[in-house]
């Protein structure tokens, strides 16, 4: 499925790490196979570089 994240708040910060697989399934889940793929990020304040910094270094869920 192709998903575009409007906005890397708390909610779009989430959604890209369970799309890059942060999401641990167990291996008897149905979901287990099913993918996205982000094709587009909208942030427009801060940009790349802070949106990576603050996807590496988030607080709350730090992996």
Avoid: C, Y
Avoid at 3 to 22: D, Y
Avoid at 46 to 55: M, R
Wanted: glycine share 12%.
């Amino acid at each position: 499925m192709r998903v575009s994240i409007n906005g890397m708040g708390r909610i779009g910060r989430l959604a890209l790490r369970a799309a890059m697989g942060a999401a641990e399934r167990g291996a008897d889940d149905a979901r287990r196979g099913n993918r996205f793929d982000i094709v587009h990020v909208n942030e427009i304040k801060g940009g790349a570089a802070t949106s990576a910094h603050l996807l590496e270094f988030d607080t709350v869920h730090e992996v």
